[in-house]
């Protein structure tokens, strides 16, 4: 059922909590492909009832960046959603869940902020207010869909921490699910913005994932030092490649590490082909 209202979905939702039944969120941008599916399998499997909301947040996007050229499939990803067993696609527009007008000023929105500790880093770095954008549009979507669960996947790890933690700060009553990102058989992990890439781009693109899987194969012979597994991605790039960031960092907390153990998950950002893409790997796995 695809539903454009607060309104609609709440009183269905009402109506489910009612007959004591479990109910999913799989919050999404749209543009689905088998990254999504495998969130919204999960999510259907653990669940009685999925919501799969479609949003391209506007606040999310810093200026320059590309809300009005980002992927919009609505028909196609309702259609997944369908197929997949998901009871509603929540795809509100900007005005049904901002108020008409209000998104146009931060001075007559209330915003949730994350914590500057968590967004002074990585794709925080480059992307000013970006989180503040995920974290505000996350927490009405749990206010809106009152969730027992919701999925969200790994490849966007930094995302995923900072809901965590505004989830345990504002005592939210949503469990998440942390879900494994697909990757292409290339080893290119799934991302809406893979479609802005030329075939050429997407072989140069494999260089996260290369550089990732060296570095993971490096520490699991032994190599622990921050600064030597570093070096060892140099060879891997060459002009088609901008890399942003390689930062090794604690999974829970973000807090930068120079001896990488299981717990250390090492984050790349890179520019393809002018796409920016990022990943992700947690050592050891
Ligand atoms: O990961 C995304 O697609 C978005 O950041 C999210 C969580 C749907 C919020 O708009």
Same mark, same amino acid.
């Given at each position: 059922?695809? +539903?454009?209202?607060?309104?609609?979905?709440?009183?269905?939702?009402?109506?489910?909590?009612?007959?004591?039944?479990?109910?999913?969120?799989?919050?999404?941008?749209?543009? +689905?492909?088998?990254?999504?599916?495998?969130?919204?399998?999960?999510?259907?499997?653990?669940?009685?009832?999925?919501?799969?909301?479609?949003?391209?947040?506007?606040?999310?996007?810093?200026?320059?960046?590309?809300?009005?050229?980002?992927?919009?499939?609505?028909?196609?990803?309702?259609?997944?959603?369908?197929?997949?067993?998901?009871?509603?696609?929540?795809?509100?527009?900007?005005?049904?869940?901002?108020?008409?007008?209000?998104?146009?000023?931060?001075?007559?929105?209330?915003?949730?902020?994350?914590?500057?500790?968590?967004?002074?880093?990585?794709?925080?770095?480059?992307?000013?207010?970006?989180?503040?954008?995920?974290?505000?549009?996350?927490?009405?979507?749990?206010?809106?869909?009152?969730?027992?669960?919701?999925?969200?996947?790994?490849?966007?790890?930094?995302?995923?921490?900072?809901?965590?933690?505004?989830?345990?700060?504002?005592?939210?009553?949503?469990?998440?699910?942390?879900?494994?990102?697909?990757?292409?058989?290339?080893?290119?992990?799934?991302?809406?913005?893979?479609?802005?890439?030329?075939?050429?781009?997407?072989?140069?693109?494999?260089?996260?994932?290369?550089?990732?899987?060296?570095?993971?194969?490096?520490?699991?012979?032994?190599?622990?030092?921050?600064?030597? +597994?570093?070096?060892?991605?140099?060879?891997?790039?060459?002009?088609?490649?901008? +890399?942003?960031?390689?930062?090794?960092?604690?999974?829970?907390?973000?807090?930068?590490?120079?001896?990488?153990?299981?717990?250390?998950?090492?984050?790349?950002?890179?520019?393809?082909?002018?796409?920016?893409?990022?990943?992700?790997?947690?050592?050891?796995?």
């Amino acid at each position: 059922m695809l +539903l454009h209202t607060i309104k609609e979905v709440r009183e269905q939702v009402k109506e489910w909590k009612k007959r004591g039944l479990v109910v999913g969120l799989v919050p999404t941008m749209g543009a +689905l492909h088998a990254g999504h599916l495998s969130l919204i399998k999960k999510a259907v499997e653990r669940c009685d009832r999925v919501v799969v909301s479609v949003f391209v947040n506007p606040i999310q996007f810093c200026p320059g960046e590309d809300l009005d050229k980002y992927p919009r499939t609505l028909e196609a990803d309702t259609k997944m959603c369908d197929d997949a067993g998901v009871s509603i696609v929540f795809a509100p527009s900007p005005n049904e869940m901002y108020g008409e007008g209000q998104i146009s000023s931060n001075d007559f929105l209330t915003y949730v902020i994350p914590p500057f500790f968590y967004v002074n880093k990585l794709c925080g770095k480059s992307r000013v207010g970006h989180f503040d954008g995920v974290c505000t549009v996350v927490n009405k979507l749990f206010n809106i869909v009152q969730p027992d669960f919701a999925f969200f996947g790994q490849k966007d790890a930094q995302q995923l921490i900072i809901i965590k933690k505004m989830v345990k700060d504002l005592n939210i009553p949503v469990e998440i699910v942390p879900c494994p990102i697909v990757r292409e058989e290339s080893g290119l992990a799934l991302s809406s913005r893979n479609k802005y890439l030329s075939d050429e781009d997407k072989k140069e693109a494999l260089v996260l994932s290369k550089i990732l899987n060296n570095i993971n194969s490096c520490y699991k012979r032994g190599l622990t030092d921050v600064d030597a +597994l570093k070096e060892t991605a140099y060879s891997f790039l060459n002009e088609h490649h901008e +890399l942003e960031y390689l930062e090794f960092m604690n999974q829970d907390d973000l807090e930068e590490v120079t001896i990488a153990d299981n717990n250390t998950r090492v984050f790349i950002a890179c520019k393809v082909g002018g796409v920016r893409l990022i990943d992700n790997i947690l050592l050891g796995e």
